[in-house]
């Protein structure tokens, strides 16, 4: 029998159950749902094999037969995917955790792995005919969708709050896409983009209002599966906004479980969704057991990317973190930029601070004995550091007098 390319079949609602198709633009199920793509996976399993995976391009497209794209001639890429898996083994020593590892997402085009999302999802965007697409966003996931709109011809409307780091900005308009400025929150940015998506028929890719950007973002559980030597950690963490990367990952393992590459006995990776103190709402759901989180009033973070004060995707979240007997942890700024700049000083990486609140987050976890220390433990760094150059500050006069006067 023929391979195909992709072996997508359809989107389904996690809620209702209802199906569709995913041939035209697709928003959210009629109930409201996210809508969660679907694959032949029964039908896979008789043509697929890790042994095949080997030779294949370091891209996270070596995965194409789960990922929604059905034609190759649709995709837009920038080579990104295969990010490092980094020993973290002098911070780690502090920690007394030996098996500390971070990926390194900080190295996707456009600086962060909000790449991953928008090369699937413009992708797709493409194969589905759409010209216009519109998204609030907290900055880098305007930056991805932007640059990867404008390598596909698509124009790309972006709206996002005033605060939104400078950098974000400037990569949109570098990119051609037009910018809008909320002052409010990321929220307020999603009203507006629905309004004006209903007015001129714009596509709206709004976290998990496009159900594709999850796809690209899962790719990290296949990546984290062949780097551990097909394997998995014992912990992940995941610094957690609107929750795409960690419902993602959470997906790639259960589909590595249908498609038998994982034991269906096996015991996946506890994950940690890791949040600021000043913006909580999974953390404080988690802790009061809940299945949905209420609106967060007055989120504010230095770690912009996980400003989110309510997510769409919420109870997928919290099914994640139940589901795997994982936590929620909130961080302060203080603690997230502390461990920011030990992982720069000690292991000569300039993370993001969402990276940064990772670290915060294992140390703690540590040292309240939730993670032991022969553990296997992942962070997730989201993002470089030099896209955010305010989190280190000086001042001219004191480095002055180190200053050295060279001769000739
Ligand atoms: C968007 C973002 C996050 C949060 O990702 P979600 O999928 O929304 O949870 C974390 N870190 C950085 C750097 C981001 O840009």
Known sequence: MKQNY????????????EEYDGSTATHLCVCGSPLLARYDLQRLKEHWSIEQLKTREPTLWRYHEVLPVLSPANRVSLGEGMTPLVHMETLGKTYELPNLYMKDEGLLPTGSFKARGAAVGVSKAKEVGVQTLAMP?????GA???????????QAHIVMPLQTPEITKREVIAAGGTLSLIDGLIHDAGHAVSEASKEHGWYNVSTLKEPYRIEGKKTMGYEIFEQYGYHLPDVILYPTGGGVGLIGIYKAFLELKTLGWIPNDATLPRLVAVQSETCAPIVKAYEQRKTHAEVWENAETIAFGINVPKAI????????????NGCALAVTDDELLAEQKQVAEREGNWICPEGGATFAAAKKLR????IQEDEHVLCLNTGMGIKYPDTVTYHD????KHSITIKH
């Open 137 to 141: 966003t907290n900055g880098n996931a």
């Open 6 to 17: 992709s072996y997508f079949t359809h989107l389904e609602c996690p809620k209702c159950k």
């Open 313 to 324: 995707g919420d109870f997928l979240v919290l099914e994640a973190i139940y589901e795997t």
């Open 144 to 154: 991805a969708w932007a640059l990867y709109a404008s390598r596909a011809g698509i």
């Open 367 to 370: 040292q309240s004995g939730w």
């Open 397 to 400: 006069e004191d480095y002055l």
